[in-house]
């Protein structure tokens, strides 16, 4: 590992970089992740009462995995780190079973689900729905190979198909548990992409992440787990920088420190980085004697990360239009505001090739306009952020290629804020960015954007440090994690804290 360190006056700039050797971390390209679904399984052609209950049985474990069923204390499955949570398994229905084994098109397998939705055999497609088509011994599928595969008819409507030959070799003998052979496999492998990444013939959601790890069976030193319910597919791990998980669970450990001023920030940063700990969270604020404090929070990984920590706008720009070519893209901004109305930065970016576009420090109405121009071109936000200086708001918004539904409301206060969320929460609205500032005269204005979703969710607001450290540690031991931190510091020198918490960890952004 090298580490380089260079220190200016008023600026710092920290530059950790990893060995050629690493892996890149999957990549989010704003498409649909299906965070809480349900999986429909359909039995196409002769299959037996006896191979769709152990089917079905596999499918059940593998849905009870995903949401976190006996789990190790301190562990959260892999995909939840992406954003998926929980999933369950319909009954099973079948379909056609004298149907005479072929290769199926991708229209005749679209023709098929169709069929059996119009009898009322399936469902309607939804946004956290999975139709999987499971083929008998002899059919297979035209395109990838003849092997499974996923797709969908928007971003809303997904299915996937697994051949029940899919896959080669056969279960290993004596293993323990019982190992259930490729076609299990298949289906693990097939519906994690599908999961992560439903519609990637419409818009891209995640990076493929089971492609890229090496298949093979545990019995003869795979890289895949042992579960009580059988064996699953190995995933990419972005806590080990896109590494092959040899686990099927990533860490739920998180550290945080709360108003340290820089030198302390800096040594406890020295201290996690050689043991695999990466910033997740980086937050100043500034006290009335222009002291910078720092909150931070950290979780494993080993992603390479470049940081700058008070720099001012034309400094910090030069380093981005010098990285951004290189291959670097933003992970954390924000600003901070000195009493003499100095606007500085800070900055954490990692590996990335997604487009990427700003704003730094304008009106409402400039960074309106430009939203508006780019939503059509399924552009959305990625960070948000308001400061008050000389009297005055400004913005600054970076935004990445996707299409979620998107809402947001800018500069309300606490009343109007939690009327609204109270009001979106029951249809299916949750919080994306929540940041607060605070005007001249000590008003506290909010900023918020919610997408589409049905996760659990806690949030507090305005509290004292001693009352959301209580309602952290309360939290902790239950599984919740930070999701958002955003403290401000009203004019009588009080610091306040607004924090939303969600079941395990998840990386950013969703």
């Given at each position: 590992?090298?580490?380089?360190?260079?220190?200016?006056?008023?600026t710092?700039?920290?530059l950790?970089?990893?060995?050629?050797?690493?892996?890149?971390?999957?990549?989010y390209?704003?498409?649909?992740?299906?965070?809480?679904?349900?999986?429909?399984?359909?039995?196409y052609?002769?299959?037996?009462s006896?191979?769709?209950?152990?089917?079905?049985?596999?499918?059940?474990?593998?849905?009870?995995?995903?949401?976190?069923?006996?789990?190790p204390a301190?562990k959260?499955?892999?995909?939840?780190q992406?954003?998926?949570?929980?999933?369950?398994?319909?009954?099973a229905?079948?379909?056609?079973?004298?149907?005479?084994p072929?290769?199926?098109?991708?229209?005749?397998?679209?023709?098929?689900?169709?069929?059996?939705?119009?009898?009322g055999?399936?469902?309607?497609f939804?946004?956290?729905?999975?139709?999987?088509?499971?083929?008998?011994?002899?059919?297979?599928?035209?395109i990838?190979?003849?092997?499974?595969?996923?797709?969908?008819?928007?971003?809303?409507?997904f299915?996937?198909?697994?051949?029940?030959?899919?896959?080669?070799g056969?279960?290993?003998?004596g293993?323990?548990?019982?190992?259930?052979?490729?076609f299990?496999?298949v289906?693990?492998?097939?519906?994690?992409?599908a999961?992560?990444?439903?519609s990637d013939d419409q818009?891209?959601g995640?990076d493929e992440?089971?492609?890229?790890c090496a298949?093979?069976?545990?019995?003869?030193?795979?890289?895949w787990?042992?579960?009580?319910?059988g064996?699953?597919?190995?995933?990419?791990?972005?806590?080990?920088?896109?590494?092959?998980?040899a686990?099927?669970?990533?860490?739920?450990?998180?550290?945080?420190?709360?108003?340290?001023?820089?030198?302390?920030?800096?040594?406890?940063?020295?201290?996690?980085?050689?043991?695999?700990?990466?910033?997740?969270?980086?937050?100043?604020?500034?006290?009335?004697?222009?002291q910078?404090?720092?909150?931070?929070?950290w979780?494993?990984?080993?992603?390479?990360?470049?940081?700058?920590?008070?720099?001012?706008?034309t400094?910090?720009?030069?380093k981005?239009?010098?990285?951004?070519?290189?291959?670097?893209?933003?992970?954390?901004l924000?600003?901070?505001?000195?009493p003499n109305?100095q606007?500085?930065?800070?900055?954490v970016w990692?590996?990335?090739?997604?487009?990427?576009?700003?704003?730094?420090?304008?009106?409402?109405?400039?960074?309106?306009?430009?939203?508006?121009q780019?939503?059509?071109?399924n552009?959305?936000?990625?960070s948000?952020?308001?400061?008050?200086?000389?009297?005055q708001?400004?913005?600054?918004?970076?935004?990445?290629?996707?299409?979620?539904?998107?809402?947001?409301?800018?500069?309300?206060?606490y009343a109007?804020?939690?009327?609204k969320y109270d009001e979106?929460?029951?249809?299916?609205?949750?919080l994306?960015i929540l940041q607060?500032?605070?005007?001249?005269?000590?008003?506290?204005r909010?900023?918020?954007?919610w997408?589409?979703?049905?996760?659990q969710e806690?949030q507090?607001?305005?509290?004292a440090y001693?009352d959301?450290r209580?309602k952290?540690?309360?939290?902790?031991?239950?599984?919740?994690?930070?999701?958002v931190l955003?403290?401000y510091?009203?004019?009588?020198?009080?610091?306040?804290?607004?924090?939303?918490?969600?079941?395990?960890?998840?990386?950013?952004?969703?």
């Open positions: 590992m090298k580490k380089v360190c260079l220190a200016v006056p008023f710092i700039l920290i950790f970089t990893l060995n050629a050797l690493c892996q890149t971390p999957q990549q390209h704003g498409g649909p992740i299906l965070r809480n679904l349900k999986i429909h399984p359909l039995y052609g002769n299959w037996s006896a191979d769709i209950t152990t089917q079905q049985n596999y499918l059940t474990g593998l849905t009870g995995y995903l949401s976190g069923n006996n789990k301190g959260q499955p892999m995909l939840w992406y954003g998926v949570n929980a999933a369950s398994v319909a009954q229905a079948t379909a056609d079973p004298g149907a005479s072929k290769k199926l098109s991708r229209d005749e397998i679209v023709n098929i689900i169709h069929t059996n939705q119009s009898n055999k399936l469902p309607a939804s946004a956290e729905r999975l139709i999987v088509v499971f083929l008998a011994h002899g059919f297979g599928v035209t990838k190979n003849g092997g499974a595969y996923h797709s969908s008819e928007s971003t809303s409507s299915w996937a198909v697994v051949p029940r030959d899919a896959g080669v056969t279960p290993a003998a293993s323990i548990p019982p190992d259930p052979g490729p299990q496999l289906t693990s492998h097939e519906l994690f992409e999961i992560a990444d439903p818009f891209i995640w992440m089971v492609d890229g298949d093979g069976m545990a019995s003869s030193g795979g890289s787990i042992s579960m009580p319910f064996w699953i597919a190995g995933i990419h791990d972005n806590t080990q920088n896109g590494k092959c998980s686990t099927g669970y990533t860490s739920l450990d998180e550290i945080q420190v709360y108003g340290w001023s820089y030198a302390d920030y800096r040594k406890k940063y020295d201290e996690l980085w050689p043991k695999g700990w990466r910033l997740y969270i980086l937050q100043s604020y500034v006290m009335s004697n222009s910078v404090l720092y909150n931070a929070v979780r494993p990984g080993t992603d390479d990360e470049i940081q700058v920590y008070g720099w001012s706008y400094d910090f720009k030069n981005y239009d010098q990285m951004s070519p290189q291959g670097w893209r933003l992970y954390i924000q600003s901070y505001v000195m109305n606007v500085l930065y800070n900055a990692r590996k990335g090739t997604l487009a990427e576009s700003q704003k730094y420090g304008v009106p409402y109405n400039e960074y309106r306009s430009q939203y508006d780019i939503f059509p071109q552009v959305r936000l990625q948000l952020q308001s400061y008050v200086a000389g009297g708001v400004s913005y600054n918004a970076v935004w990445r290629p996707g299409d979620s539904n998107e809402f947001q409301v800018y500069g309300w206060t109007d804020y939690r009327k979106i929460w029951p249809k299916g609205w949750r994306y607060s500032y605070v005007l001249a005269n000590g008003e506290v909010y900023n918020a954007v997408r589409p979703g049905n996760m806690i507090v607001y305005g509290y001693a959301y209580k952290y540690d309360e939290l902790w031991p239950q599984g919740w994690r930070l999701y955003d403290s510091v009203m004019p009588n020198g009080q610091v306040l804290y607004n924090a939303v918490w969600r079941i395990g960890t998840s990386d950013r952004p969703l």
